[in-house]
């Protein structure tokens, strides 16, 4: 599973490479595989993206029985460009899923050692291809690991923390003359 705003420009080339470079390598070794594209603002790709086992969703909100965030088992966040903290990585860990990433959205805390961190598509789809043959007893101890990790990081204590810290910093910082 992918999900963006697809009004967002690296989304939709995420999109692409995941339908067009990742997806055929991941069927190549699973071919039971599927893939779901889902977000807001899809109409420009929609069609050009569908297809054998690729199925694009548009925008689905949590609440949907049967939502693929619940039911996914591997959210691939294949994004090559942009900047900032890819909090779009940590948003499926409370519901199990498990992120591949490429190398340029390892942007998080101690995450490297929790997901796999990929440089291409062949180590992208490699790391896909092991979280789906993954034993159910082996997955589900990795999503309660990434679990703790949303929780230790961004959980609403953690973020009170957080800002606390960076409050005390500027009380004690000079300003720059």
Known sequence: MFVGNFRHTPNPAAAKYLARNLFPLVRNEVPEA??????????????????????VAGWLSEGETGHPVWT?????????????VKLKVVE????????SRVRLCARLPDLDALLPVCDGAEEI?????RILRM?????LNQAASELHYVHQHF?????????????????????VA
Do not use: F, H
């Not at 996914?72 to 900032?84: D, E, I, K, N």
């Not at 789809?125 to 291809?129: E, L, P, Q, Y």
């Not at 034993?135 to 997955?139: A, H, K, N």
């Open 135 to 139: 034993s159910d007893e082996e997955w």
């Open 92 to 99: 499926p860990c409370p519901k199990g899923c498990r992120s």
């Open 34 to 55: 599927n893939v779901v594209i889902a977000g807001s603002y899809m109409s420009e790709i929609s069609e050009s993206l569908a297809g054998d086992g690729i199925k």
């Open 155 to 175: 959980s609403r204590d953690a973020m009170k923390q957080s800002l606390g810290e960076a409050l005390e910093l500027a009380a004690v910082t000079k300003p």
């Open 72 to 84: 996914s088992r591997v959210v691939v966040v294949p994004l090559r460009t942009g900047a900032g």
């Open 125 to 129: 789809a490699a790391a896909i291809v």
